[in-house]
């Protein structure tokens, strides 16, 4: 039961360019929202996150959408930097009162191309 | 201001041997967390320790266990391996296990388990 997905598997973009990453979710539960970043060896780097009563979030390059009539949300990169080049996660997590595990995504490779 | 450390980095076993991986969290963090990330996949959750107890769990059998000490290091254990256990192990650590900060979790490098 893959409860937060990311269809993309890769995404390659030129730098200076925006790059959008996307993620799905089918629990309406979910009350809040990250997005990591991982280099290779190393473990996940948290970027940024979103509250569900919030549908934009915004921090330097980096802003989260989160539009939750169609559990959905997104994470818009501008400009694209070829540093940037990393698997992004989506991750989703329950309320406080159901502790506060988090619900990854596979991943979506970004290639940024100088 | 150290980040969250894992031992060892990598780690070779035989079907059916037992291994320990052990964390310790950022500085100022008494919150563990430890995940199974299985190559081409997200991270997935295996339980979580705060004040020395196992607060959550998920979907994994008794084999996999766990412990917290005192100064919030942890260790994960893992019984009679299987192939299947091969994968990065991912601890995350985070402030409380209620309230805004404890949604942001920090992990460290992995360990890498190939069970053959």
């Known amino acids: 039961d893959q409860q937060v997905k990311q269809n993309s598997p890769s995404l390659s973009v030129q730098e200076g360019r925006i790059s959008i990453l996307n993620c799905d979710y089918t629990n309406s539960m979910f009350d809040y929202f990250l997005w990591y970043k991982k280099y290779p060896a190393e473990g996940p780097t948290f970027l940024i996150s979103i509250s569900s009563i919030k549908d934009k979030n915004e921090d330097g390059r980096f802003t989260v959408f989160l539009n939750k009539s169609a559990k959905h949300l997104s994470l818009h990169i501008v400009p694209s930097q070829p540093g940037d080049s990393a698997v992004y996660f989506c991750?989703?997590?329950?309320?406080?009162?159901?502790?506060?595990?988090?619900?990854f995504g596979a991943g979506t490779i970004l290639r940024v191309k100088s | 201001d150290a980040g969250v450390t894992q031992s060892p980095t990598h780690l070779i076993k035989t079907r059916g041997q037992q291994v320990t991986l052990r964390c310790s969290p950022k500085?100022?963090?008494?919150?563990v967390s430890w995940y199974q990330q299985a190559l081409g996949q997200g991270p997935q959750f295996i339980f979580q320790y705060y004040e020395e107890e196992e607060r959550q769990r998920g979907n994994f059998p008794d084999r996999f266990s766990g412990h917290q000490f005192p100064n919030y290091s942890s260790e994960l254990n893992v019984n009679a391996l299987l192939l299947g256990d091969s994968a990065l192990y991912l601890c995350?650590?985070?402030?409380?296990?209620?309230?805004?900060?404890?949604?942001?979790?920090?992990f460290g490098p992995g360990t890498r388990l190939t069970v053959t």
């Open positions: 500085s100022g963090h008494d919150t």
């Open positions: 995350a650590s985070s402030l409380g296990f209620r309230g805004q900060s404890s949604y942001e979790q920090y």
């Open positions: 991750a989703a997590s329950l309320p406080m009162e159901y502790g506060n595990k988090l619900v």
